[in-house]
């Protein structure tokens, strides 16, 4: 069993920066991928950005150039730098673990889920 636990999330301006912060425990050694996703309001749920065991990304195509995700795996954590963000990022942000390297932009494929953290990019 996995569990994640996300934090960093909050209020900022337009054109402002948020990192996210996902810290997991449990069997971490049956994970190879750990990914972030988003639900905006009335919207499904989407891929943000996802990292492999062997340091492999994919990002949405909406944030490259923007988001960076990161791992450190001495703390088991999994980071989301946001920069420049906009209003359409708004959205609630789950931290996402799974046992397979690959398909990661396939959602059914990640076995464990994060709580969320609400993530509102206003002025």
């Known amino acids: 069993q996995v569990h994640l636990m996300e934090s960093g999330g909050g209020l900022v301006q337009p054109g402002g920066s948020l990192r996210l912060s996902c810290a997991a425990s449990?069997?971490?050694?049956?994970?190879?991928?750990l990914g972030w996703y988003r639900q905006a309001p009335g919207k499904e749920r989407e891929l943000v950005a996802a990292i492999t065991s062997a340091g492999s990304t994919n990002y949405a195509d909406s944030v490259k150039g923007r988001f960076t995700i990161s791992r450190d795996n001495a703390k088991n954590t999994v980071y989301l730098q946001m920069n420049s963000l906009k209003p359409e990022d708004t959205a609630v942000y789950y931290c996402?673990?799974?046992?397979?390297?690959?398909?990661?932009?396939?959602?059914?494929?990640?076995?464990?889920w994060g709580q969320g953290t609400q993530v509102t990019v206003s002025s």
């Open positions: 996402a673990a799974g046992i397979g390297m690959y398909n990661l932009q396939v959602e059914r494929t990640y076995n464990y």
């Open positions: 449990g069997s971490m050694l049956s994970i190879k991928k």
